[in-house]
């Protein structure tokens, strides 16, 4: 099988790659670290429920070491697509999406789409599976996600709508480097802190999910939901967010679903150009959210 992974560059997905029984799939954004891929694919690959199908976007298929790397993974359920260039983290899930359902696949419950620098634990699929006969128009889920930089939970990443002045704030920060490396970490470390005072036990609607490992429920997708985006990068949580209320969805942290998250693992392995693209991209999206929250308010009552 690990030869044939490779031939899926074209993507030419098959039957092999989607069951009836397959209960979620996991999107994979790789880019230039196929240890952390094949990291994530270890805590996949034992999970006490089989019902799991994944595909690993390459957005970095210039580079032949995550290609490489694949071969050694045997399982037919794992599968690979080149993306046509760096598309980023929601375009990049937006291109295996359409390349899977465009060669004739069915989504199944759930699409977990996450950053290749975590570790999910043993049974997040029974997990996942178990929460699936639990409708309530409940269409996205936070898992709980250890960060392993900061030693908090991510999740609840907004238990509520912010309010724009905040985010004007955060807009600003990101003005200058030095001062979002100053203002920006702080900010950080004080949302975990109300996170944690937020925090109760027991699964609760909140308003985004954070976006290093979240799970989408396909009739998202079947109402018109959708991950493409002109931002590569940053802002994914409120652009998702914002389309759940718009179709009148829930978003729900549950902290039974566990994952470990190894944060910027990812883009602090980009070169000096790459990491000058990615700050911008970050100042863009901030005030992107602000525009988004904007337009929000002529869209619905706050």
Request: glycine share 6%.
């Amino acid at each position: 099988m690990g030869e044939d992974m490779l031939n899926l560059e074209s993507i030419e997905l098959t039957e092999t790659s989607s069951s009836p029984e397959t209960e979620c799939l996991f999107v994979v954004i790789g880019y230039r670290r196929p240890d952390l891929v094949l990291n994530f694919l270890g805590s996949l690959l034992v999970q006490d429920l089989p019902t799991w199908g994944c595909v690993v976007v390459d957005n970095s298929a210039s580079d032949p070491d995550l290609r490489a790397a694949l071969r050694g993974v045997d399982d037919e359920r794992v599968v690979y697509v080149a993306a046509p260039g760096n598309l980023g983290y929601f375009p990049g899930a937006d291109f295996a999406l359409r390349s899977w359902t465009e060669a004739g696949l069915t989504l199944p419950r759930w699409v977990v789409i996450c950053n290749q620098d975590l570790v999910i634990q043993p049974d997040f699929v029974a997990r996942l599976h178990a929460f699936a006969f639990d409708t309530g128009r409940v269409w996205c889920l936070a898992p709980r996600v250890w960060d392993a930089t900061t030693g908090g939970d991510v999740n609840p990443y907004m238990a509520e709508r912010p309010r724009i002045s905040k985010q004007l704030v955060v807009a600003l920060m990101s003005l200058t480097s030095r001062s979002y490396a100053v203002l920006a970490s702080r900010y950080d470390r004080n949302e975990l802190v109300r996170a944690e005072s937020r925090r109760q036990e027991g699964p609760r609607d909140i308003y985004a999910a954070h976006g290093s490992l979240v799970c989408v429920s396909r009739e998202f997708f079947t109402a018109g939901g959708s991950l493409s985006r002109r931002r590569r990068l940053f802002g994914e949580e409120v652009f998702l967010a914002e389309q759940m209320a718009r179709l009148g969805a829930r978003t729900v942290y549950l902290p039974s679903l566990r994952a470990v998250h190894e944060a910027h693992a990812t883009t602090d392995s980009s070169d000096f150009d790459e990491a000058r693209a990615i700050m911008a991209e970050r100042r863009a999206a901030s005030w992107g959210i602000v525009l988004d929250l904007t337009k929000a308010v002529f869209r619905r009552d706050r």
